[in-house]
């Protein structure tokens, strides 16, 4: 009798040491598939040379951490978005060159006729409204809605945590989770690109490689 009560005050005891631990790994993002980019430089391929593209920003990039096909993802809650869609039409320039050795230039986007990504207000009384983000082609066909929860949608946009940061909030102190879009998915089904990404772990640069594919 007395074992058993021992053994079930060191499980319990074991259990109580448990709970920081997993609220640290949750932090870090251990036990989700995808991973923020803040540790890498993000680069787009173009004829086989990276180049950097500003202002993208790393941290507002994912990606799966394992996979052949991984995919990309970006929050969808920012303006580097619009950035995307000028890569996917091929809209901008290359200048070569800069101080970066692991890099080939920068990529410089062009003044676009085309704004792809649209916000509006819906308003539900004269006080209460939710912005509504809408995702456009280059013919100005809607091709994807958000509403703009801060979290995923059970769709295309997944909910993220920022490996390794917290956020705090009325509800107190938690990972820092955004909701971030699939890129990959969203180009392959409604753009007709395909998105590759090749992740150089030694030098530390995801690059993007975007292709035309043949629509059926």
Not at 37 to 47: E, G, H, N, T
Not at 160 to 178: E, F, K, V, W
Request: hydrophobic fraction near 35%; charged fraction near 30%.
């Amino acid at each position: 009798m007395k074992k058993r009560i021992t053994f079930s005050v060191i499980l319990f005891i074991i259990a109580i040491l448990c709970i920081p631990g997993f609220f640290i790994m949750q932090t870090y993002g251990v036990f989700q598939k995808e991973k923020v980019l803040s540790d890498y430089a993000v680069a787009v391929d173009v004829q086989g040379k990276s180049y950097q593209t500003w202002p993208l920003v790393n941290s507002f990039a994912a990606m799966d951490k394992k996979g052949e096909d991984r995919q990309l993802y970006y929050r969808i809650d920012t303006s580097g978005l619009e950035n995307l869609f000028q890569l996917a039409y091929r809209e901008f320039e290359v200048k070569p060159g800069g101080d970066n050795p692991f890099l080939d230039g920068q990529v410089e986007y062009l003044q676009s006729e085309h704004k792809y990504v649209r916000t509006e207000n819906k308003y539900e009384n004269a006080k209460d409204f939710v912005t509504l983000l809408t995702l456009v082609d280059r013919e100005g066909k809607v091709i994807y809605t958000y509403e703009q929860t801060g979290k995923g949608d059970d769709n295309l946009v997944k909910s993220i945590i920022h490996q390794g940061m917290s956020r705090t909030s009325n509800r107190g102190s938690g990972p820092a989770r955004d909701p971030y879009l699939n890129i990959t998915a969203l180009f392959r089904e409604k753009l007709h690109v395909d998105v590759k990404l090749t992740v150089d772990e030694e030098h530390k640069v995801v690059t993007i490689r975007m292709n035309k594919m043949e629509e059926k």
